[in-house]
């Protein structure tokens, strides 16, 4: 038997304290687990600042490993039946954990939105994972939980009022309210990055079936425009994450077997309103998206923002920022003519308290639920998706169905 059910890796960083102490918040009776990362006397520091208000985090064991020590990854995923992993850029310290976890049948979940990097896990492990039954979990944070989840949400709410799937879904996202870390601004530029130094990566995050090897179907790159969406009745402008989610969940619907057919579309913008003044914000949020996509792309200017318009490593939205914060997202499918609609609502900052939220419910959901035999290199919606209906509106994520015509 192994020594932990679960053990968390990256504790010390800003998202993986979070990760933490979501799990002391809601407890799940049982659990045995344990808090990693490389420096043991951090990781004593951050076990005495949780113990201060959960007195249950001293008992935490600690186990101190280099996620670039591939004889270390070894070790510690031999300890545990399942690793959460916060410790990014993925891309730069993520490769080894991946492959110990599939060497040794560990299951694995992360908050990668790294496209590139989820794409080289699939080509490299993903056959080996399925004969190893190991689980790995990509995107499992606001990366793209609420979006994966939700439209299979809408899918069964479809199939239960319809007797069929909806056959194409987009997602509109609504009020949102929150901030960056510094890791998610590091993963971002490295992302930047090995675009300049590498043009097959750009063509491959263009392409939207990036992560179904050899998939095609009836949609083409997300969008830069500005449009109108009647589905919705909003204006809508790019949404920074769709490049991530749109694969994440047409990956979904691949490992599940493609029950939505073969012609299922998705799609997904961010929703500013109607009328002249959702136009004008729509306008204004492509322009500053732009902007945004300069600074990251452009090495001189990365480093003049970080630090002074966007955060360091280590550092993040505050306590009061992260809990004043919420997200909306409205999924619409449609089916001859006929909708179906249905809300995300997510309470807390989304890429932090919501995200450490999600991601620890989706660890316990690997450590601790009954769950179909699927393995290899996954998503969260084609292993967890009926558990995380379950799970999350006990954390603050609702699926609420609005209205059939
Ligand atoms: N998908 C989403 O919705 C979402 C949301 C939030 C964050 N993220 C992602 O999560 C990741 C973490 O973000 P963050 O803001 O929490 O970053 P952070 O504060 O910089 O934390 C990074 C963590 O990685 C650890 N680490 C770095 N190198 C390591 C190594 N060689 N071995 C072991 N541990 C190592 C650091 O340990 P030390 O303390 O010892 O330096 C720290 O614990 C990023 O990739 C970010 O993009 C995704």
Redesign the pocket.
């Known amino acids: 038997m192994r020594d932990f059910d679960l053990i968390l890796?990256?504790?010390?960083?800003?998202?993986?304290r979070l990760v933490a102490e979501a799990l002391l918040e809601y407890p799940e009776p049982g659990l045995r687990w344990a808090i990693a990362?490389?420096?043991e006397e951090?990781l004593g520091q951050v076990r005495s600042a949780l113990s201060a208000r959960f007195p249950e985090a001293e008992g935490l064991a600690i186990v101190v490993?280099?996620?670039?020590n591939a004889q270390e990854m070894g070790d510690l995923v031999q300890r545990t039946r399942v690793v959460c992993t916060?410790?990014?850029?993925?891309t730069k310290?993520g490769d080894a954990l991946v492959a110990a976890c599939v060497e040794h049948g560990t299951d694995y979940c992360d908050?990668?939105?790294e496209v590139s990097w989820m794409r080289k896990n699939i080509d490299a492990h993903h056959e080996a994972a399925k004969a190893g039954q190991s689980r790995i979990v990509h995107?499992a944070?606001?990366?793209s939980i609420p979006f994966d989840i939700g439209v299979i949400a809408l899918q069964k709410a479809a199939v239960e009022r319809w007797g069929a799937p909806a056959t194409s879904v987009r997602t509109a996202t609504g009020k949102m309210k929150g901030g960056f870390?510094?890791?998610?601004v590091?993963?971002m530029g490295l992302m930047f990055d090995a675009i300049r130094s590498d043009r097959s990566v750009l063509r491959l995050m263009a392409n939207p079936y990036a992560l179904v090897p050899g998939g095609s179907g009836p949609d083409r790159n997300d969008s830069r425009a500005v449009s109108h969406w009647s589905t919705h009745d909003v204006w809508t402008a790019p949404f920074i994450m769709a490049g991530c989610n749109t694969r994440v969940v047409r990956r979904t619907h691949a490992l599940l077997g493609y029950p939505w057919g073969e012609d299922f579309s998705y799609a997904e913008a961010m929703g500013t309103g109607r009328g002249l003044g959702g136009w004008m914000k729509a306008q204004s949020i492509r322009l500053g998206l732009g902007a945004l996509i300069s600074i990251m792309a452009i090495p001189f200017l990365r480093r003049m923002a970080v630090g002074t318009i966007l955060p360091n490593?280590?550092e993040?939205p505050s306590e009061a920022e992260r809990h004043a914060g919420m997200y909306k997202a409205h999924v619409v499918g449609e089916r001859s003519g006929e909708t179906i609609r249905l809300d995300v609502i997510g309470e807390g900052d989304p890429?932090?308290l919501s995200?450490s939220r999600m991601l620890a419910q989706t660890a316990v959901a690997l450590a601790c639920d009954a769950l179909p035999e699927v393995y290899g290199v996954l998503t969260p919606g084609s292993v967890v998706g009926e558990q995380l209906m379950e799970r999350l509106p006990r954390v603050g994520v609702r699926f609420a169905l609005r209205d059939v015509n």
Do not use: E, I
């Not at 890796?9 to 993986?16: H, L």
């Open positions: 890796f990256g504790v010390t960083g800003y998202t993986g990362g490389r420096n951090k490993a280099d996620s670039l916060t410790v990014g850029p993925y310290y908050l990668t939105g995107a944070g606001f990366d870390s510094g890791g998610t590091a993963s490593p280590g993040g890429g932090y995200t």
